[in-house]
């Protein structure tokens, strides 16, 4: 059974930093586009970054220049490194393995909350 964890999460203040990692008990990750999503409170989720199995990324325009996805696949991990934390980061974020062929896959995510 596929699972993917994320931990990280946690409460910061602003302008503060933290870093998500999501491990995937997937035999062939470096095959799949790895993405993090978030869904604020009372929100739509939405797509925050993205990596695909060669390593371009991608990411929303209200995160860039503060965030970084990267993946290890040697340890089938993905990371989101996250810098000058807002209020309005506050979100659930979650970890989804995505393939052509093969089935995607969503963690059970993890909070992250930013306030003083």
């Known amino acids: 059974q596929v699972t993917l964890v994320e931990s990280g999460g946690g409460l910061v203040q602003p302008g503060g930093s933290l870093r998500l990692s999501c491990a995937a008990s997937?035999?062939?990750?470096?095959?799949?586009?790895m993405r993090w999503y978030r869904q604020p409170p009372g929100k739509q989720r939405e797509l925050v970054a993205a990596?695909?199995?060669?390593?371009?990324?991608n990411y929303a325009d209200s995160v860039k220049g503060r965030f970084t996805i990267s993946r290890d696949n040697a340890k089938n991990t993905v990371y989101l490194q996250m810098n000058s934390l807002k209020p309005e980061d506050t979100a659930v974020y979650y970890c989804?393995?995505?393939?052509?062929?093969?089935?995607?896959?969503w963690g059970q995510g993890t909070q992250v909350t930013v306030s003083s």
């Open positions: 990596i695909t199995n060669s390593g371009l990324t």
């Open positions: 989804n393995a995505q393939h052509t062929i093969f089935p995607n896959y």
């Open positions: 997937i035999n062939i990750f470096s095959s799949y586009a």
